[in-house]
T-cell receptor
């Protein structure tokens, strides 16, 4: 059981470039999400998905796209990178949804720098 | 909207000292409350949780009690170890909104031998 995996671990982009951060989980979890972590601000939710084919916006969705074609994968796309997107990105997954909380499992993170 | 406020860090203690990291929240109804820990170079791990008022979550010697009257969920440990050095996040899940978590800003804890 690999849990939640993220690639790459580190990435440097130039302003305007595009890239996709990969996230995969092998626990058959329905719920997946992307957070960004910035100094002094904790983690903020970017996008989330409650199942294959269903995605929704979180607190800070601008500049990011997601899709969920399979249960296992939840890629995050930056269409035109900006320096404000320099951050550490975490993917998380959990089983279930709704009123009952199920533990979220986090990936190791991707550290992104936009020059 | 929902929000979480943690005490400012960083916090530096000596081994075997008593630890308190304050956390207060703003939310409607009765949210679920969590402490997550992030060790260097790793993702977040759930440390403990409480889902209703007066519940006490505990794990690895850490404890936190859900206080509805003071809207608080302070993290405590009686005797810290060097291995407890990490960043600690307080978080809540509201009564609505799937599994979405709202995090505090995090508190970096360093324990010196």
């Amino acid at each position: 059981n690999a849990g939640v995996t993220q690639t790459p671990k580190f990435q440097v982009l130039k302003t305007g470039q595009s890239m996709t951060l990969q996230c995969a989980q092998d626990m058959n979890h329905e719920y997946m999400s992307w957070y960004r972590q910035d100094p002094g601000m904790g983690l903020r939710l970017i996008h989330y998905s409650v199942g294959a084919g269903i995605t929704d916006q979180g607190e800070v969705p601008n500049g990011y796209n997601v899709s969920r074609s399979t249960t296992e994968d939840f890629p995050l796309r930056l269409l035109s990178a900006a320096p404000s997107q320099t951050s550490v990105y975490f993917c998380a997954s959990s089983s279930g949804q709704g009123g009952t909380y199920n533990e979220q499992f986090f990936g190791p993170g991707t550290r992104l720098t936009v020059l | 909207g929902n929000s979480v406020t943690q005490m400012e860090g960083p916090v530096t203690l000596s081994e075997e000292a008593f630890l308190t990291i304050n956390c207060t929240y703003t939310a409607t109804g009765y949210p679920s409350l969590f402490w997550y820990v992030q060790y260097p170079g790793e993702g977040l791990q759930l440390l403990l949780k409480a889902t209703k008022a007066d519940d006490k979550g505990s794990n690895k010697g850490f404890e936190a009690t859900y206080r509805k009257e003071t809207t608080s969920f302070h993290l405590e440990k009686g005797s810290v170890q060097v291995s407890d050095s990490a960043v600690y996040f307080c978080a809540l899940k509201g009564i609505q909104g799937a599994q979405k978590l709202v995090f505090g800003q995090g508190t970096r804890l360093t324990i010196n031998p």
